[in-house]
Every structure is written in structure tokens, then in C-alpha cells.
């Protein structure tokens, strides 16, 4: 079944499939036909509406969908020469599903646009420029919390000059505006973007981009991936701000969500108490939204690390519950898929089903860094430690300022721990507690890397602050809350442990 107004594809099965936006929308628009074969042209209108873009969008559009349908011979969604494309199996079409009263209105997320580029210089690959425009368009989607618009009527009314993107963005109701320039220098290409407030013209980010004028798909999947991996986590933070700004009477769902982030990056448990209540006041406003759903999974997972929760067992069965009803809710969103695989292999030792889904999100979303910095994680509990360090160090290039930085470095202490490289465990443990200093998971691997390396006196200090932090902590709590895959890693860090000095 196709479900356009909730961006949904389900099985036979009624679970949801993943399916990304413009492939949903190429669907939709083959089903309608009933069986008619639908031109390229008419496909381009019905898809991109009055967004120029190139054929190829279509067949990324057409392949994308056969993957979600596992068409891959196209059987089900078919090529006839000449004449277009159609989808040869039966759909039901739930065009006119009402929306859910306490669902959260279609424009509470962000929104953005991006416009074309203008072309500096004579150049005849200017369909360069056309299509990263579309796929910055759809790496950006795949930020679920983000909404996309292809706004045609911005695109075309919009000149470079602020003035003119104020009064285009209102118009549309596009929040934020993407613009730039495109160079083709010969033997590079250059990119120059700007992340731009529509309302304001106040300018949010600026960066530029060069490529090798070499492979098209592989220009296009270096350069998109770099320019949304730098726009969406400055683009996060500047929503946090504006809302920061306003006053909390009122608040929609998703303000609740972006108001509990900074306290989620805190690591405290005040912080972390805090952003708990804004989630369930999300969710108590909006029962369907996933995201909240998942983040929520996440921050009671940090009561149990934090040592805060007194009831264990309790709350690690209401991060499992919590993210397992996220991953019921959306099977689709990267960032879901990330967050609950993380939980279902940290907290509850699922590590080929939370593998799995980490694999997904990525394959998903490879630009964000946030999945990138959870997979690791899962990679260290699986027991692969080259693939976590990797994986730490994509996150790391992808987003170099993340908030959640002193969490990569903590992961990356616990991979180096692991791997016995004591030294450099116990720097990267520091590295994360100089931006949070009340974090007990990289501190409690500083003093396993320290007993480990054999410099048992500061262990005993570093076990110390780790005490007045966390007064409950213990190795029976500590390996209860480990359930790695190798139990010889486990082991290294219990006889590490107890080496400081910590109670059983």
C-alpha cells in the first residue's frame, strides 16, 4: 500500500518499507496511472513539479524504488521503449487517508530549499550544477527531522541578492534558503554554498567545495556528501537557538524535541533529567512521533550509564520497549534506525539485529555523523575493533564540531582500550572529559586504561573522581552494563578494574 500523505510504502505484510521521498513520489504517480505507461517528461512534472532537473533524477528515482521494491531485473516497475515507464503489479492507493488529529502539523519541522546554483564563467556542463541541486535536495531529505521543499516558484524569483531571498522565502514559507555558485575551472570544479535564515537573510553558514572533474557519480556522491554533512548539523543548531529564543508558552512538539537536545548532548544528569521531560511532553502532544520516541530510548539508556537510575532492570526494559516501539512506528528514518540499533546491541546485547540496523542507517544516510559515531559503539560491543576506529573517524571528518564530540571521543577510548593501545586510550578519554567533565563512561575508561597500562597510582586518582561522580560505581555494575559479543574483552576490562582498585 502507498500512503502520500504520511510518505509511507508498506509491504504485504503491512510492516513499512524504506523508500526515499522522490522514489515514494514516482510511485504514486505510476499507480495513479493504472497501468499506463507514463513518459519521462510527464514523469519529471509529476515528480519535480516545476523544478528543473535532468533525466538523471528520474532513473536515480527509478532505481531507488526498485530497490525498495527488490525489483532489481525491473519486472515490477517496467521500461517500455519509447513510451515511458509503468508499474506492472497492483497497488492500493491511499490518496485521501485522513490525517490523525493528534499528529503534529505538517510544517512544524524546519523547512529549506534549495535554489539553483548560478554559473560563474562559460561553461557546457552547466546539468552539473542543475543535479547537485537535486541530490543536495535528497541527501538533505534523508534528514527526516528536516523538511525539503522543491520550491519552483523560490527558485525562480530568487536572484542573489538577500533582499530578494527575505521575499522569496516568505512566500513560500521556506525557512531556510541554500544558495550558491558553480565554477567549472577545467581540470576542477568549484562549489561555493551558503546556508541562508529566509526571513532575515541572516546568514547561517558558508563553505566551499572542489572536485576533480572526474567520474560524475562519484563528484556528485563526494561533493553532496560533504555539503550536507555540513549544513545539517549547523542547521540543527541554529533551530536549537531559535527556539532557545522564544518563549516556552505554547510549545509544538517539535520545539519540545529541539529544546531536549542540548539537554541530551549535556552527558549530565541534569541535563539529561531535563531533556527526558521535554521528550515525554512531545510525545504526550504528538503520540506519533517517532524521532521523540527514539531520542527518549536514548536518554533513559543514559540514566543507566550516568548511574542515576536505581532501578536497572527497569530501565533497561524501558529502553528496549522505547525503541523497539520507535522501530515500529518507522523502519525508514536513518536516524531512528540508529539510534534504536545502537540501543538494542549497548543496552540489550541484540549485536547481529543492532549491527543490522546500524548497516542500514548508513546505507541510508551516509552523511550523518551521528550514525557514524553510534555505529561505533556497536562496532567496539560486536567485538570489531578496525571498523570502529574507521567508523569513529568518519564521524569525526563528517562533523569535526559536533556537540556530541566528547561522546566520539569516548567511544574511540573504549575502542583503544579494547584493542590494548592503553596510551592513547587514556588521551582520548581525557580529550572527552575536557568538554564534559561530569561524563562517567570515558572516565571510567580512563581508569581502566591507566590500571591496564600499568600506572596503578593514577588509576586509584582517576577512580577517585570517578567515585565522588558516581558513588555506586562498581565492577559487578559496570560488567552488567557491558554485554559485549567476546567475553575476553570483557574480561580485559574487569581484571582492569579491579587492578585500580574498584569495588566488586
Excluded at 542547521?235 to 536549537?240: F, G, K, N, P, Q
Excluded at 552527558?267 to 527526558?276: D, Q, S, W, Y
Excluded at 577517585?464 to 562498581?474: C, F, K, W, Y
Aim: net charge neutral; charged share 25%; glycine share 8%.
Amino acid at each position: 500500500m502507498l500512503q502520500p500523505s504520511r510518505g509511507r510504502l508498506l509491504g504485504r505484510d503491512g510492516g513499512e518499507v524504506a523508500i526515499r521521498p522522490k522514489a515514494l513520489d514516482l510511485l504514486v504517480a505510476l499507480a495513479a496511472a493504472q497501468g499506463r505507461p507514463l513518459p519521462k517528461a510527464e514523469l519529471l512534472d509529476l515528480v519535480w513539479g516545476k523544478v528543473n532537473v535532468t533525466e538523471d533524477s528520474l532513473f536515480q528515482a527509478v532505481r531507488d524504488a526498485r530497490r525498495s521494491l527488490d525489483d532489481g531485473e525491473g519486472r515490477l516497475l517496467r521500461h517500455i521503449p519509447k513510451r515511458g515507464y509503468l508499474l506492472d503489479c497492483r497497488f492500493s492507493l491511499d490518496s485521501d487517508e485522513p490525517a490523525r488529529p493528534e499528529e503534529a502539523a505538517p510544517d512544524s519541522r524546519p523547512s529549506l530549499a534549495v535554489l539553483p546554483f548560478r554559473l560563474l564563467g562559460k561553461t557546457d556542463r552547466a546539468y552539473l550544477a542543475t543535479g547537485l541541486v537535486e541530490e543536495i535536495s535528497i541527501a538533505l531529505s534523508l534528514f527526516r527531522w528536516l523538511a525539503v521543499i522543491a520550491s519552483g516558484s523560490a527558485a525562480q524569483s530568487c536572484s542573489a541578492d538577500s533582499g530578494d531571498m527575505v521575499a522569496t522565502g516568505a512566500r513560500p514559507g521556506v525557512r531556510y534558503l541554500i544558495d550558491g555558485s558553480f565554477a567549472d575551472e577545467g581540470a576542477r570544479l568549484t562549489l561555493r554554498c551558503r546556508l541562508t535564515e529566509a526571513s532575515s537573510g541572516r546568514q547561517v553558514w558558508q563553505d566551499s567545495f572542489r572536485s576533480d572533474a572526474g567520474d560524475v557519480v562519484d563528484l556528485y556522491e563526494a561533493m553532496t556528501a560533504a555539503i550536507a554533512a555540513a549544513i545539517e548539523p549547523r542547521l540543527l543548531r541554529a533551530e536549537i537557538d531559535r527556539v532557545l529564543r522564544r518563549s516556552t508558552a505554547d510549545l509544538g512538539a517539535f520545539d519540545c524535541y529541539l529544546r531536549a537536545l542540548p539537554g541530551y548532548y549535556s552527558r549530565t544528569p541534569r541535563g539529561n533529567g531535563e531533556a527526558i521531560a521535554l521528550l515525554e511532553q512531545a510525545l504526550a502532544r504528538d503520540p506519533h512521533f517517532v524521532l521523540a520516541r527514539a531520542l527518549l530510548a536514548r536518554c533513559v539508556a543514559t540514566t543507566l550509564w550516568l548511574g542515576v537510575e536505581p532501578d536497572r532492570v527497569a530501565g533497561k526494559n524501558r529502553t528496549l520497549a522505547l525503541a523497539r516501539a520507535a522501530l515500529a512506528g518507522d523502519r525508514s528514518d536513518p536516524q531512528v534506525l540508529a539510534l534504536c540499533g545502537h540501543l538494542l546491541a549497548i543496552i540489550g546485547g541484540e549485536h547481529d539485529e543492532g549491527g543490522a540496523l546500524l548497516d542500514l542507517s548508513l546505507r541510508l544516510n551516509p552523511s550523518s555523523a551521528e550514525a557514524w559515531r553510534l555505529g561505533a559503539w556497536v562496532s567496539v560491543w560486536g567485538g570489531d575493533l578496525d571498523q570502529a576506529l574507521r567508523r569513529i573517524e568518519e564521524a569525526d571528518r563528517l562533523d569535526p564540531l559536533s556537540p556530541l564530540q566528547a561522546d566520539l571521543q569516548s567511544v574511540r577510548a573504549a575502542a583503544l582500550f579494547f584493542a590494548g593501545r592503553f596510551g592513547e586510550s587514556a588521551a582520548a578519554a581525557r580529550r572527552s572529559l575536557a568538554s564534559v567533565p561530569e561524563a562517567t563512561t570515558p572516565r571510567r575508561y580512563l581508569v581502566a586504561a591507566l590500571a591496564a597500562a600499568g600506572d596503578v597510582a593514577q588509576a586509584h586518582l582517576a577512580l577517585a573522581d570517578l567515585v565522588r561522580l558516581q558513588p555506586n560505581s562498581s565492577i559487578s555494575r559496570t560488567i552488567a552494563g557491558h554485554p559485549l559479543r567476546d567475553r575476553g574483552m570483557l574480561q580485559r576490562l574487569h581484571d582492569a578494574l579491579r587492578r585500580a582498585g574498584m569495588p566488586d
